[in-house]
């Protein structure tokens, strides 16, 4: 145990790739490499982009990467895909976005599938932000599926949170204040060419006005398919990041993020023993299932047994 947490430790790209296939199949033995890796972790900056489909997250991640890249940083990038129905892996692979980087060694991307998480992120998102993290990363960026408002998990594991939004999106701004508003750090407008970028800019600054935030968040216009305001934005981000640096605030961040994996982790092993409990007893989740469809059960007192053991 331990022998690919030591090669990913020093910065072996194929037992990253190995670590990273065995957390996604959620395999026990990466566990152990896990807890070999993590006091060697932390040292990342930790980046979230999310917003509405279509917004260009990926040109924008990509543009971001040659940028950091020509600043001389390593990156590492965790794509949170759209689950296919049939085989549960991601629809949209590594092999289809970024192409320019992918002989680039200072970038590692890997994507994954959401696996159905509400939130959009899988459980194997933040263990493979950890290995990229132990590998030497000096910026990690977490790209989500993009599913609106109620894609707000990933500021539970990034250091910034930039929601990208894009002109034309009329009463879907408005309903960024049901949800994405209150964990924004940064709001990019991309595709900002196109009419009605300034009104966006405009309805973005009177709803942070009239929010209850108490925090300051800045609004950048990007054209991710040029590379323009790309600089702006990492400024920004690193204005933000400077930020929680300079307080508490990247403790706090730090801690969220533990308690949220401590939670995760907690759910997983609690609902693996109750499913082995039942098995242990002769039944089995499918049978369960069908006698509660016919009414035979309920599923409170099935889920009540199984937890008591």
Known sequence: ??????????????????????????????????????????????????????????????????????????????????????????????????????????????????????????????????????????????????????????????????????????DDVQAIKAGILEVADLFCVNKADREGADRTVRDLRQMLELSATEREVAIVKCVASQGEGIGELWDAIEAHYRFLQGGPGLLQRETQRARFELIEILRDRMLRAAVERLTAQGAHLDELALRIARRDLDPYSVAEEAARG
């Open 1 to 170: 145990m331990g022998a690919l947490a030591d090669r990913v430790l020093q910065g072996d790209v194929r037992a990253a790739a190995r670590l990273m296939r065995l957390i996604d199949d959620a395999q026990p033995a990466a566990e152990g490499e896990l807890r070999v890796l993590f006091p060697s972790t932390g040292r990342a900056q930790l980046i979230g982009i999310t917003g509405n489909p279509g917004a260009g997250k990926s040109t924008l991640v990509d543009r971001l990467i040659a940028h950091l890249r020509g600043m001389g940083k390593t990156v590492g990038v965790v794509a949170v895909d759209p689950t296919s129905p049939f085989t549960g892996g991601a629809i949209l692979g590594d092999r289809i976005r970024m192409q320019d980087h992918a002989l680039d060694p200072g970038v590692f991307i890997r994507s994954l599938a959401t696996r159905g998480q509400l939130g959009g992120l899988s459980r194997a998102t933040g263990d493979c932000v950890r290995v990229l993290d132990a590998m030497g990363k000096d910026v990690v960026i977490v790209e989500t599926v993009g599913v609106g408002q109620d894609e707000v998990e990933v500021c539970r594991l990034a250091h910034t949170t930039v929601v990208v939004v894009m002109p034309g999106l009329g």
